[in-house]
């Protein structure tokens, strides 16, 4: 089995091919090991962590909603959160009529990171301001919906981790073999998380139900 740590840089796409309009950027330009997927995506506009794999039960847990693992993000916003925003973030926000899950969110120092190609925008008047999130659910362009009805809208959304991988020591575009502690710590982690849910689900009361009454014999 595969398993490769990629720094995706901004504006690449999360596909080996592009059919679409215009060539773009894709992963085949960056990764050049056959058979392997991304366990999950980044938009075009994000930067960060990706794990890519031909572990297909690995990817299979990695993606499922219901083993809750922990990816975090750092967020540049337009905006300083107040108390207020930051509570609601952890809490949960209405997004697209649906609650999020509570979520670890803290105001964090400028991350030392290279700046971003294309430069983000930014309004002279409107000071900026850095989060960490940490998410155990992952909906479409979720950290951006959540941070703007919070009053604060994304810049900038980078990647930093999935569960024990990090994105330390990669530059943008740079891509890597796990090491074998990291695997294993990984593999733990899954095996942990699929364990937890399938004693939760043993738990589960099971509910009769019946749409009309049995017929009399």
């Known amino acids: 089995m595969r398993y490769i740590l990629f720094n995706k840089p901004f504006g690449v796409l999360t596909q080996f091919t592009d059919r679409t309009g215009p060539p773009r950027p894709t992963l085949a330009d960056y990764i050049e090991t056959p058979g392997v997927y991304a366990a999950g995506r980044l938009d075009a506009d994000s930067e960060g962590?990706?794990?890519?794999t031909?572990?297909?039960?690995?990817?299979?847990?990695?993606?499922?909603?219901?083993?809750?693992?922990?990816?975090?993000y750092w967020v540049q916003v337009e905006g300083i959160?107040?108390?207020?925003?930051?509570?609601a973030l952890r809490t949960g926000v209405l997004v697209q009529g649906e609650w999020t899950k509570?979520?670890?969110?803290r105001v964090i120092p400028a991350p030392e990171v290279p700046d971003r190609?294309?430069?983000?925008?930014?309004?002279?008047?409107?000071?900026?301001?850095?989060?960490?999130?940490?998410?155990?659910?992952?909906?479409?362009?979720?950290?951006?919906?959540?941070?703007?009805?919070?009053?604060?809208?994304?810049l900038r959304l980078i990647r930093?981790?999935?569960?024990?991988?990090?994105?330390?020591?990669l530059a943008p575009g740079e891509s890597r073999r796990l090491r074998p502690a990291e695997l294993v710590a990984l593999q733990r982690i899954v095996a942990r998380t699929q364990s937890s849910e399938?004693?939760?689900?043993?738990?589960?009361?099971?509910?009769?139900?019946?749409?009309?009454?049995?017929?009399?014999s």
């Open 54 to 72: 031909d572990d297909g039960p690995m990817k299979f847990s990695l993606l499922q909603p219901e083993f809750a693992h922990r990816r975090t």
């Open 160 to 169: 930093w981790s999935m569960e024990n991988l990090t994105l330390a020591g």
């Open 49 to 52: 962590l990706l794990l890519l």
């Open 102 to 105: 509570p979520a670890e969110a």
């Open 198 to 216: 399938n004693r939760a689900t043993v738990k589960r009361p099971v509910r009769k139900m019946f749409l009309s009454k049995p017929p009399r």
């Open 117 to 154: 190609v294309p430069p983000i925008r930014v309004r002279a008047s409107i000071p900026t301001a850095w989060l960490e999130l940490t998410l155990t659910e992952g909906r479409n362009r979720q950290v951006r919906k959540m941070t703007a009805a919070a009053g604060l809208p994304t």
């Open 81 to 87: 959160p107040d108390e207020a925003a930051l509570a």
